[in-house]
């Protein structure tokens, strides 16, 4: 199918009238209704009968860049122009990959390149995306190969070619342990950072308004439950209601969305700053100081907005009455208690986010590379279900290895606010609760925990795709 794609569309001779030509007969194949424009589903039709694998969404990017009159159809010229353009674009990327500049991107050439962009790869997996894309099996990619490939995909430079298998979080579990989203150059420098963060942040706030009456009954069950005191999810529940009503399910989720922005904030220019502090060559970071810098703008973050999760502890487990607000809540929390009160459990909160990110790091790294080496033959592109997939289950390990921490952490902010309850350091409450309780009393909770994740997940990612979709950002 590559050949005859490759006798289609392409000529050796680089003059205007072959390339014309050449748009011309393809025009002519798109355009089925010979209308003289070619509209999205033509396009997607005419792709997929030729065998064309562009990607999700392709032909409306396309379209939409393409489209000078927006008159919902492509005519010959905005046809011809798109694709002038774009092997332009392509052009230029070739070039930067090629840095031997003897018109062929090898092994080692895919694999500098992405260390250059910050991520380091085996050979198997510079390998496996080499072979994606050469036709003719020699092991290295020509300028005819590599516009044959990219000419119908809307992704023209490297970084966004590449961008599928950077582990993003916008998939949001609740937890603010991971390591921020990266931005290229272009983004930055086009604020177009700004909207991705925007999209993320609604996308966390309806994800946790969503899953907030499961969260609720984790911390109840973090707090509450023991053995002499074995709390079900039903009769937690039902706890609950009774106490509070239907609106209680969701006490402490408005200020569990409100730092969302000032955390997401804070966290990603601490990033960009630790990353520059951090890097061993200007423009170049290594897996290893990506990991430490984020861990490290995790902590700022947290530093900064902590007393806002201390806040969201007790507003959750507040009784009918308690409390009439986020305000009335620090102003009594200070009253009573002083300002350290904010940072109870500030300690095993901060060892958690290195267990997390790390563990989080390093299963999606090796679930990617599972994916990899066994089924990418046509495509190094593993599809939305795959990379949602990698994302959860990394996100979940990691959640599992923090856990205890998480609990302890909880505990402490809470512990003030229940009657007759001991102010315990973290060592003394890991070493009560494993002698109580056991092994497992250090996770409990975990199970409306883990039942948060899949429904979370799934409207993060919906809710973040349409605001993308809204923002003007090109998938």
Request: net charge neutral.
């Amino acid at each position: 199918m590559y050949q005859v794609v490759r006798k289609l569309f392409f000529t050796d001779c680089r003059c205007a009238e072959d390339a014309s030509k050449t748009y011309d007969d393809l025009f002519a194949k798109l355009d089925t209704n010979k209308d003289g424009k070619v509209d999205v589903s033509e396009l997607k039709a005419g792709l997929a009968a030729m065998g064309i694998n562009s990607g999700k969404d392709a032909a409306q990017e396309i379209m939409s860049s393409g489209d000078e009159d927006k008159d919902d159809g492509l005519d010959f010229i905005e046809f011809s122009n798109y694709l002038k353009e774009h092997e332009k674009k392509l052009r230029l990327t070739f070039k930067s990959l090629d840095k031997n500049d003897d018109g062929q991107i090898d092994l080692m050439e895919i694999q500098q390149s992405l260390a250059d962009l910050g991520m380091d790869i085996s050979k198997e997996e510079a390998q496996k995306i080499l072979q994606s894309i050469d036709v003719d099996g020699t092991m290295t990619l020509d300028w005819n190969e590599w516009r044959e490939h990219f000419l119908f995909n809307p992704a023209t430079d490297l970084q966004e070619i590449i961008r599928f298998w950077k582990h993003s979080t916008v998939l949001d579990i609740g937890d603010s342990l991971s390591i921020p989203d990266e931005f290229t150059e272009k983004e930055k420098t086009t604020g177009m950072w700004w909207k991705q963060l925007s999209a993320g942040a609604m996308a966390g706030a309806v994800s946790r308004t969503g899953t907030a009456p499961l969260d609720r009954m984790k911390v109840f069950m973090q707090v509450h439950s023991s053995k002499s005191n074995q709390i079900s999810l039903v009769g937690g529940f039902k706890q609950m209601l009774k106490e509070g009503g239907l609106m209680s399910l969701w006490r402490g989720n408005g200020i569990n969305v409100l730092k969302i922005a000032p955390e997401t904030a804070i966290k990603f220019m601490a990033y960009e700053q630790f990353k520059k502090l951090l890097s061993s060559e200007p423009g170049k970071v290594k897996t290893h100081e990506r990991f430490m810098a984020g861990s490290l703008a995790g902590a700022t973050a947290q530093t900064v907005i902590y007393p806002m999760e201390v806040m969201k502890t007790r507003l959750t487990l507040r009784k009918t009455g308690q409390y009439s607000g986020m305000f009335d809540c620090a102003k009594k929390i200070l009253k009573r208690e002083g300002v350290k009160a904010f940072y109870k459990g500030y300690i095993p909160n901060l060892i958690g986010i290195i267990p997390y990110a790390g563990i989080d790091l390093a299963v999606y790294e090796s679930l990617k590379n599972l994916w990899l080496s066994r089924y990418a033959k046509d495509s190094a592109n593993p599809g939305v279900v795959v990379l949602l997939g990698c994302g959860t289950l990394s996100s979940t390990c990691g959640q599992l290895a923090s856990y205890p921490l998480a609990l302890i952490r909880t505990r402490m902010q809470a512990q003030a606010s229940l009657e007759g309850s001991e102010q315990l350091p973290m060592n003394v409450m890991v070493k009560k609760i494993l002698k109580n309780e056991g092994f497992f009393g250090l996770y409990r909770g975990i199970l409306p925990n883990f039942m948060k994740v899949i429904p979370a997940v799934s409207i993060s990612y919906v809710v973040y795709e349409h605001m993308r979709s809204e923002l003007g950002i090109q998938k």
